[in-house]
Every structure is written in C-alpha cells, then in structure tokens.
C-alpha cells in the first residue's frame, strides 16, 4: 500500500506493508489477542489451501484434470521428500509436514498479490515456526533415544579428547537451528517485497520514462514468484532432516 506522497519525497514507503493493523482488537488482561491483517491472511492461506484440494478432488477421475494434476503434484512431491529424508518412519510425519509446506508455499504466494499482507515476511510468525518444528523434534529425539539423545552433540568415531571442543560447538550449532531456519525465511520474503517496492515507487514518481523500472519490477516479480516456492521447499526439507536427526541419529 502506498502512503501518501510528501513534497519531494518518495512516493512509496517500502516499509508500510509489514505494518500490523488491528482489525478487532481484542484485550485479555495484558495480553493483545486483536485479530489483525496477519490473522485476517493467514486465514485466507487456510481457506485457499482447502479450496484448492476440495475442488481438486472433488471430481477425481483416473485421468486427472490440471487442477487435480496440481494437487497430485504437490502431494507426491512432499512424499518423496519425507521417503528420501526420513525413510518409511518418516510416514507417520507426512501430515505435518506437508500442512507446513502448503501453509508457507500457499502464504508466500497470496503476499504478492498487490495490498496482500506477507506473513511469511515477520520473524515472529517464522520464528514460532522454527520453534515448534525445534521443541517437536527435540522432544521427539528423548522420546525415542532417551539420555542417549544427547549423543547427537559428539559426532560418532571422534576421539573422546574431542568432546571438550566439539560438544560446545555442536550445542551451539544445534541451538541456532529455529533462528538459522526463521531467519531465513523471513529475510529473502522481507528483503524481496522490499526490492519490489522500490521498483514500483521508481515506476510512479517517473511516470512515462519509468518502462525500465518497470521491466525490472516484472523481472523482480518473476524472481519472487521462484523464491517464494524455493523457500517454501528449503523450510520444509530443513524441517524434514532435523526430524531425521531425531528419529534417526544420524
């Protein structure tokens, strides 16, 4: 969204569309439960996912039509990814993990529609993301290996006089996994909505000589359409060998 132009300046502000906007502001004692224009999409996200497979499937023939091609597709796609980095335990996994890709895929595409809101692109929302998938799989590891879990901090076959340096920095690298993951995430959305602001405010405040802005706003456009699968899909893979990790201990 655009915020109106002042004398001389810019005229977009790149920054207004990460605002967060209370839509029905709700208080519970100190906590703010306001429904806001990030609940408001990510409700959208649900409802979008839902509708895309329930009219996939809804007339499902044995020789299937685009929709239901596409529903297919995505379906087998994260199959493959929970077999090939899990293995057959990984099964019992598979509804989490594609309800988070189909969440973020879904949510990262709907925030490039023109006043959308990206929720993708606030380290909050990745960041609880992050940390569910990293208590999950943490609580997971102790469930199935116990105090044995822990064995995940000293690689196996490294000398014992290691452990002194190795385990410090397999703690560390372990415990930077949900800001390594949502920070990832939340800066390639940030960082390209940004971009695609600029672009746009170049296009406007240059009115007809602005056709190079603009042939680099539909490249810029293109590029965020890839990034937004490919995050989706890194996200989602990452999330699948952490809980390989856990099951496995490899």
Wanted: net charge neutral; aromatic share 12%.
């Amino acid at each position: 969204m655009a915020t109106p132009k002042e004398p001389g300046g810019f005229p977009v502000d790149p920054l207004h569309q990460f605002e967060i906007t209370r839509l029905v502001p709700v208080r519970l004692g100190p906590l703010d439960l306001s429904f806001t224009n990030s609940s408001l999409w990510m409700a959208i996200t649900v409802g979008a996912v839902a509708a895309f497979f329930a009219l996939g499937s809804l007339k499902a023939k044995m020789v299937p039509s685009r929709l239901q091609s596409c529903n297919e597709i995505l379906y087998e796609t994260i199959a493959h990814m929970v077999r090939d980095n899990i293995g057959e335990e990984g099964r019992a996994w598979f509804p989490f993990i594609f309800t988070l890709f189909l969440l973020l895929l879904f949510g990262n595409l709907l925030g490039l529609i023109p006043g959308s809101f990206t929720f993708t692109s606030h380290i909050a929302v990745t960041f609880a993301l992050a940390a569910l998938i990293f208590v999950g799989v943490t609580v997971i590891g102790f469930m199935r290996h116990r105090l044995g879990y822990l064995r995940i901090l000293f690689p196996e076959g490294a000398p014992l006089w290691t452990a002194v340096i190795l385990v410090p920095i397999e703690l560390i690298s372990y415990l930077s996994r949900p800001v390594s993951l949502s920070m990832r995430l939340f800066a390639n959305m940030m960082a390209g909505h940004i971009l695609l602001k600029v672009f746009a405010g170049f296009i406007i405040l240059l009115g007809v000589g602005g056709v190079l802005p603009l042939a680099v706003l539909v490249g810029l456009t293109m590029l965020e359409l890839l990034v937004a699968v490919l995050q989706a899909y890194i996200f989602t893979i990452l999330a699948c060998v952490y809980l390989n990790d856990a099951i496995h201990m490899h």
